[in-house]
């Protein structure tokens, strides 16, 4: 069974960095397309970044230039690092995948991935 498991969330200042780390167990991170969503309070859940099993990568409007998603096929592990976060960065972190890239790859409302992880909070002070 696939399972998705997040940390690297931490509290850190405006202009700070993190690096979000996914591992990944029971599938192949070179097997499916795979992302990060986020939920920030008071929005609905967005997608942040993408990545395709070729390794073509999409960002939202507001992740591009700061985000990097990334992955390492041999620890099976997905990254997002996040650099100049900003306090509107704030939110729940959430690792996902599917077999298939519906509209959620393309960062477009509608088909929601497969698997998801729980999360991982990120917490950026002005």
């Known amino acids: 069974q696939a399972q998705l498991a997040e940390t690297g969330g931490d509290s850190v200042q405006a202009g700070g960095s993190l690096r979000l780390s996914c591992t990944v167990s029971g599938m192949s991170v070179t097997g499916v397309y795979m992302g990060w969503f986020r939920q920030v309070p008071d929005k609905e859940r967005e997608g942040v970044a993408t990545i395709s099993m070729a390794g073509n990568k999409k960002y939202a409007w507001f992740a591009e230039g700061r985000f990097s998603i990334s992955r390492d096929n041999t620890l099976n592990t997905l990254y997002l690092e996040m650099d100049n976060l900003k306090p509107e960065d704030t939110g729940m972190y959430y690792c996902?995948?599917?077999?298939?890239?519906?509209?959620?790859?393309?960062?477009?409302?509608?088909?929601?991935?497969?698997?998801w992880g729980r999360g991982t909070q990120v917490t950026v002070s002005s």
């Open positions: 996902v995948a599917d077999p298939a890239a519906g509209s959620w790859w393309y960062l477009q409302p509608g088909y929601s991935p497969e698997w």
